[in-house]
């Protein structure tokens, strides 16, 4: 978790600097008037803490709540993306979960901070304060997205109410979780629901130089409705490394907030020989195949392709799709 530390007076300066030397991946900024080393010296807080919010996974203010809730009123957009945010007191009395106390991380955040620091920890969600998990804390867990937040709030407000919500899981959770369909038996008219989709779908691409954006994209819309997948439950995108800068596949790859990992051809030489290659591809860039290894090779290699190559107006397409395991903690 990359973090950043703020402070704002020449007390809170020299504690942050205690802080960040427990805490690893953080950076301290300080205002530049006090001279505080080992921190970076910033003229404007407020400039600067526009300018950095969403750079980092989480926030923590050695200040008051007030003055942190009018700085980043304005930065907040949605529960999904906005970084944690916590507030230390300059006593060192208590760390605060203020915001995406779930999602973002600070309700876990505060909890370490407790540990490291020796602060109490405060934390305000009803569900965590109850001793009950909210639908957004196990999607986590899960290593999932959510399908909804206001479905996830929906859900989650029943837990909190006390109310009977059955987490339904496929039996074969541990080998496969790809399961189409799901069963409930309930005597209740209305039920709240929501899905939750793991991240198990790893996307390898090959594509003719200046190809386009939507000629990939509509390929690979009807590659994954062919085969019943979401593509909320794509991984990432794997492709060779002299397509590193193709344009319309990095455009697609961004659309989708997902990671394009390269793969060398090196690599792709020691395992050519377990796929279907071609010798065109061969003579042009060295290897048989792309899509197929670059997909193999990034993936856990635990699991099975859905399609092997589909190919359509100079795109190639391999979907593989990863053993879905929960691991219980």
């Not at 002299?242 to 997902?258: N, Q, T």
Request: with cysteine; glycine share 8%; charged share 25%.
């Amino acid at each position: 978790m990359k973090l950043a530390i703020w402070s704002v007076t020449r007390g809170a300066g020299f504690i942050g600097v205690g802080i960040s030397k427990k805490i690893p991946n953080s950076t301290l900024f300080t205002l530049s008037k006090f001279n505080i080393d080992e921190s970076i010296q910033m003229e404007n807080f407020t400039e600067t803490l526009n300018e950095k919010f969403h750079e980092f996974d989480g926030h923590i203010f050695i200040m008051a709540t007030g003055i942190v809730i009018r700085k980043i009123s304005k930065l907040i957009i949605s529960k999904d993306v906005d970084p944690a945010v916590v507030v230390i007191d300059e006593g060192l009395n208590f760390a605060i979960s203020l915001l995406s106390g779930h999602l973002g991380g600070a309700n876990e955040l505060v909890e370490y901070l407790g540990s490291v620091l020796g602060v109490v920890p405060i934390v305000t969600t009803s569900s965590d304060v109850t001793g009950k998990i909210a639908v957004d804390t196990l999607s986590q867990k899960l290593k999932c997205q959510l399908e909804s937040l206001e479905k996830a709030k929906n859900v989650t407000a029943l837990i909190v109410d006390g109310k009977d919500v059955e987490l339904h899981l496929p039996k074969n959770i541990c080998s496969e979780g790809s399961s189409e369909g799901v069963i409930v038996v309930s005597n209740r008219e209305k039920l709240e629901m929501i899905q939750l989709y793991p991240k198990n779908i790893i996307v390898g691409i090959g594509a003719r130089r200046g190809i386009e954006k939507e000629i990939i994209f509509d390929f690979l819309k009807e590659i994954f409705k062919k085969n019943n997948l979401s593509l909320k439950s794509i991984k990432h995108f794997a492709t060779v490394d002299l397509k590193a800068d193709e344009v319309g596949i990095l455009e697609v790859v961004k659309e989708l907030g997902k990671e394009l990992k390269i793969v060398s051809r090196n690599e792709i030489l020691e395992v050519e020989n377990l796929f279907e290659g071609s010798d065109f591809v061969k003579k042009e860039i060295g290897v048989r195949a792309v899509s197929e290894p670059c997909a193999f090779l990034t993936s856990s290699k635990d699991g099975n392709f859905l399609e092997m190559k589909a190919k359509y107006k100079g795109v190639t397409l391999s979907i593989y799709e990863e053993r879905f395991i929960y691991e219980k903690r």
